[in-house]
């Protein structure tokens, strides 16, 4: 055993085998009516993110607020708001394979999907922002008749590679770790769900052979999307700190836009396996445990924020650069003070009521402050972009913005759009690792004394 | 009975699996496949099987993609399309990095999901193992056995005795290929 | 009972020391500049190792790693130099006003930060933090253990979780205060990460080392957790690195590029490329495979490795700002080297034996 996050509130594996294999496939089951509703909210948002792209496509861009010196709005907020969303889920799923970390196994598949399709949602962004929506594959290297090249010395161009590489592979590993889930979901039910289950399982046998070569390449895949998930913020982060706008141009931006990335998704996973555990059912097998190994996670990761803004603000005022020292002073005191606030209170304070393990193992808190965390977050970035856009080199051309209904229309619409795809997988997939739960329950044994040293 | 491809015993446990294999080869069987619901430690040392070549494929799609992601970045910026921008060097090494990196991590993934694929022999969408009723619990909680019946050493009633001596819930024929 | 063999490396690494400390005196008077600039370079290296060494143990505490059992005592025996790390500060500090330009410009923009009296008190403070939470961190795994294999208890993990903001923020100011102020016009939010990164790294190689030497070699799991950390930190030191040089160099503002200048071109350039393959891609490469992080006789080579690597990327951010055209190796540089390793070596195989 390598390294192991352990905890005083260690988990409860008194289930057999059989037992964790009904508990989840029982999830698959036909729904109750609140979560019909649920579904129904979600797609209602996104058909309002419909309706408002429409009206962009068919007017243009003049709709949001964007206002100059401000030509980067919610839009990008939103965007990088997903994009972080999506780091936790790899964290988890990969970085804490790799530490061998016991406690991701019941939550990694929820993490993992939200992953993919907070990922699917940032995606739409860039392509929203940009104001001729037809033709964005102008962003790919192809030959062309226009003899025309994308500049790769722009991180805007390095996003494309990044966000379609972590697109890719963080389904690839979705998917990947589904295979002998759906087998085991295949095996059990009946009917035209047999049939689905059977060829997505792709036949699935479990052989040795098998399983030999899943684990290893399971193993190369958590090794690749670690460093991926370190890359993928850090591009983001480049998007700002490559250019000299004051507030943005900062060499720690990488890490500490991962590091925030990671906080706000683990504030969404808390978000959403809250009420998704209760209306699962599958409270023994998502326990204290896991809720107080992840609030450490978001305790570390705050911390680091808190450590992040400092350095920004005390290298700010060290540099002596007048035009950083004017933005960091404007943040907390200008004329969008509120939003400043909002951002050091949610990320840097709130996250340190997690030293106190009452506050980590009672789901109440964890919810409430998970909201703190998403506002929090999304403001952080707002912050970042917007601030610091409006307080450029020259007083002269200052500029406030303010957004508008389609700025509303368009971030209601990725809600529904994630929260869509999120709650029909939470339905139709095994929302926990069935095959990973079962190999931490210690096995009947032939020989009570025959335990192999591993 | 038309002619079976082997025969299946069903395990209560893996440790009786596992001891299963251990009896069996050492009477000498060769041809012998575990289906268990999870990977059970110790089998793939007993099974004999050797190295993966997973790694090596691995690491040659990463090196395939920087390669490529490199040299696109290059023949964009540096041969087809001079751009200047802000002054920076058109073969700028610093900036061409993140995508080579992205193209890398994605030339390693693809590479290793489609070479698992194929060393799985998957999507392998009927097996015969699928037509024994009951053997959907190799997914839930039993371990089964099988011994092909290309084994040199198998022999129906021979190679049944020697399952049954192992102590399984039951023994089973894997049916032929149905035409 | 103490056996003369006990105590032989610890007169090996002190009859190093001693004659470095020789050599430096000399320095110190003769060419007062190098020497002060050289001792820099050493102490530098040297403590971000003991640093790196005392996070170690508090994060291994916080996680619970059990294959790290055996081996902290090994790297709370390196915290344990930091009282050390103290008295070489101390024969730093009259060189302050010829290292750092800041001592002679009482009216530069961040003189009320950048001035010898809080210099002074900063450093005390940061020692006084790292001195105490060393000391205790040993001292209470000390009390508990008849072996080292026991998990560490309730209150070494409290003060493991308390001290890790601290020492992540003295660790940062004193890269500000050390390193970083040698160019007092430059500055770089991620700086302190950088010194870390690379401090823990060689950390890291340091406990390989002993552990691989020692008497009893890495086990298979052992080896592979520090193979893997190793490789880790490897890239994250590459990565942090990237991060910096990146956003300055496409930034490309005159006041920010003027610390790289010297340090990217002709020979400094040069050292800049030995620590880009030295310290990121040969030991990327050699750690990869599996085989080489099991085995103690791959990774103690590559350890080793990796520690004249922090000593010469700790020499590439010192020693620029004494010689921007080009490197000039000195045998003060080698004096203030044998100086701090031979003490601090010393040192820590002293307080292993005891």
Redesign the interface.
Known sequence: MATVLRSKIEPVMTQTHAEVTRDIVRTLETPPRSYYLAVFGAVFLLLIGIVTFTIIIKDGLGHSGYNPPVMWSVYITTFVFWVGIGHAGTLISAILFLFRSPWRTAVYRVTEAMTVFAVMTAGLFPIIHIGRQWIFYWLLPYPNQRYLWPNFKSPLLWDVFAISTYLTVSTTFLIFGLIPDVAAVRDKVTGWRRFIYGQLSMGWQGTDNQWRHYSRAYLYLAALATPLVLSVHSVVSWDFASSIIPGWHGTIFAPYFVAGAIYSGVGMVFTLLIPLRKHLRLEHMITDYHFDNLSKLTLLTGSILFYSYSMEYFVSWYSGNTFEQTTFFLRPFGAQWWSGWTMITCNALVSQLLWFRKIRTNLTSLFVISIFINIGMWFERWVIIVSSLSNDYVPWAWGVLNPTWSDWGILAGSFGWFGMWFLLFARSFPIVAIQEVKEMIPMPRLHPDAHGGH | MKMSRGLLAEFASADALVAGVVALESHGYSQLETYTPFPVPGLERRLRLGHSRLPLLVFAGGVIGAILGYGIQWYADVRAYLLNSGGRPAHAVPAFIPATFEATILGAALTGFVALLIALRLPALWHPVFEVEGFESASVDRYWLAVGADDRLFDHNGTRAALDALGPLRVVPIPEMVA | MIRANRWRPVRVWLAIGAAGLVLSVIGFVTDPHQAYASWLAAFAAGVSIALGALILVAV?HL??????DPLRRIALDIAGTLPLFALLFLLLLPGVGRLYPWAHAPN???AA?LNPAFFVIRAVVYFAIWIAVGLTLRRWALARSTGAELPPSQRERALA?VAL?AL??TL?FAA?DWLMSLTP?W???????YWFAGGFLAALALVALAGALGPMPLDE?RG??LG?LLLTFV?FWA??A????????????P?EVAWYVPRVRGSWGALALVLLFGQFLLPLLAL???AAKVSSRMLAPVAAWLLVMHYLDCYWLVLPALHPDAVHAHWLDLGALAAVAGTAGAWATWLHAT
């Open positions: 291994t996680t619970g790693a059990r294959w790290f530069a923009v961040n930060y979780a903001p992540g923020l940062t500000f016009a500055s770089s939010t991620i700086f302190g990460v799991d592979y957790a893997a890239v990565y942090i990237y991060c910096q040089y990146l956003i300055i160099w496409i930034g490309d503002v006041a990869l495979p599996h």
